[in-house]
């Protein structure tokens, strides 16, 4: 099949009743999620995932890919209006944007965010759409070594990019292999770490860890904090930006589009990196850097158009590699592998209509967001006025039902709480939960390339092939480069005193 | 040394230590024949190996400070633990006393403020929420949830 007979396979898919319906219902959830603050896209996929048990894998997969670009949407409205960010990927919104708020021109400010999201998520599904196929060709030559080398480097990608030390990015992933470990051994059957327990013979299951260290976790991050919402919310008025303001915002658009989409393959960059780098390339290419943060309507557009962008990119190689790029993608990958499909090279020749109607539906849902969000800001609105006290509970009762409806399991709950507190307390002690994620979705995946690949009868054998091998070197270099840049500081240090 | 990262590095040194002893006990096998323990193993050691790179970093670079930081717990902390015993207990009780009973205890105890302010609103809106959760889980998706205390 052509490329163009593939895409009309992939809208065909995307336009059946069901799957329009689906994708309606993943935008919708997901911009609600994107608006209230301290809900992410993590644990509302993850608690979405029991509902998708009975459902076509297509139409969940294109539900929950809709709620992880529909909350990129809908975290802005919160960054403009109330200076929360709604999501982490708007959190560099806020300076400009709530300042725009201020000043009376919340409607630009909404609008050429929503225009620039829906500009940056097209671009990135043709991105996706011309480079997916390429990637997935070339990874049929990968063997087990290759793929233990991917892996790795992906998680040591997340580790690198953490806030903070390294060593404890390091000790997350590490920790959240060995917590992968729990439960049957992959290749023999035998069991391990599960203390007679039934319910840990299955392992410790990813939505009860997920929801407890992004769900409950974040609501009890968010109660010690005290949440107060101001909505700014007096004079949004038109949400269409002038002439002016899109001649203004042109280019950042396309920067924030090449950005976000090359950024978000990265495994471990997420949509967090994108923004923050899109906007930092604005001011230091802007003309007047000094009025950025005061409210300037590129400094909305360019992190907006790149959260979105990012995306699309971060499916690129999950749908080609099966690898994920982010935890968001994490969880994705759970949701293909609980309803039979492995991600990968062989998706797009095995499950044409899934991996192209999924594409597809993603275009389709940007459409829907550009036209559900213009007209619905004050549903948005009236949404931010409910006061934390009440919605947190219902937060934290629709996580335990959630949780306990996967195995009509009390301890599933049980498990949710303890990730919970450890969600809780890993800031505190200067730890971040992506590694930890990341490293308990890819464990069972790692050991058995890892295994399979020591069968080989070689030791050495992840050195030995050349792709491999390519990616354990870079994955030592950013391992290192730590190291080096505080040996070359200490060595200037010294230069100067002497 | 920072409190919070020798809290966190003799955490991580138990746990290291704990998954090595443990893996020990499944078959290890061989780098070219890996077994069941091998790779939990070498999880174990790193483990082990990275929190004493913590902790030494840490001790090193506090070497000679005699102030001990503290953990950073803001003054909301107690609402924080509130909500986990009451998550706890919903979590015990739910298949005993039944899921009417649990939802409608679990919102009144989150919803409800210090000084009691609010034991009107949070009744009401534990009323709903049960009455929403029965008829959205049970009535329309037939979910298999404990009835407790309260068999209807």
Known sequence: MGFLDNIALGFGVAFSPPNLLFCFIGVVVGTLIGVLPGIGPVATISLLLPATFGMDPTASIIMLAGVYYGAMYGGSTTSILVNIPGEAASIITCLDGYRMARQGRAGPALGMSAFGSFIGGTASIMGLMLLAPVLAKAALKFGPPEYFALMFFGLTMVTYLCRGSVIKGLLMAVAGLAVATVGQDPISGSTRFTMGSITLMDGLGLVPVAMGVFGIGEILTNLESGIKQEVFSARIGSLFPSLQDWVRCKWPIVRGSLIGFFLGILPGAGTVIPTFIAYAVEKRLSRHPEKFGTGVIEGVASPETANNAATGGSMVTLLSLGIPANIVMAVLLGAFVIHGIQPGPLLISKHPALFWGTIASMYVGNMMLLILNVPMIGVWVRLLKIPYRILFPLVVLFCFIGVYSLNNNVNDVLIMVIFGIFGYLMPKFGYEGAPFLMALVLGPMMEIAFRQSLLYGDSLIFFRRPISGAFLIFSVLLLIAPLWSRFAHRRNVLEQVE | ?152
């Open chain 2, 1 to 152: 040394m920072k409190q919070a990262d020798l809290i966190s590095g003799v955490f991580w040194l138990g746990l290291g230590a704990m998954c090595s002893y443990w893996s020990v006990s499944y078959e290890v096998g061989s780098l070219t024949r890996p077994g069941p323990g091998l790779l939990p193993l070498i999880l174990g050691i790193l483990l082990i190996v990275l929190s004493l790179v913590l902790l030494g970093k840490s001790w090193k670079e506090n070497v000679g400070k005699r102030r001990v930081l503290s953990i950073d717990f803001s003054v909301g902390w107690e609402r924080v633990w509130s909500t986990v015993l009451i998550l706890m207990l919903a979590t015990f009780s739910f298949e005993r006393i039944g899921y009417l009973l649990t939802v409608f205890l679990l919102i009144v105890f989150l919803m409800l403020d210090k000084d009691l302010k609010s034991v009107k609103q949070a009744i009401l809106t534990a009323i709903l929420t049960t009455a929403g959760v029965h008829t959205v889980f049970v009535r329309l998706l037939g979910q298999p949830f404990p009835r407790g205390l309260l068999r209807f």
